[in-house]
């Protein structure tokens, strides 16, 4: 639910072409991927995996011009 939240402010703070960096556990990806899409549609989204072969880094880049 955090996550969600923060998602949903973001598209009103981040600028243009900006990053959202999060840091997540691995059971986070995928349901974070969808909301990513639904908040920032046509933005590139990925995951870094750490040192361990964890999914650890969520990143959406190339953020849409922001709604406001």
Known sequence: DLLKRLMGQAVDKLSQNGQLLLE????????LGRLA???F???????EQDLAGYDRIFIVEDLPRSRN
């Open 41 to 47: 549609p046509g933005a590139d989204v990925r995951v």
């Open 37 to 39: 899409q639904k908040f």
């Open 24 to 31: 997540i556990d691995q059971d986070q990806a995928e349901p």
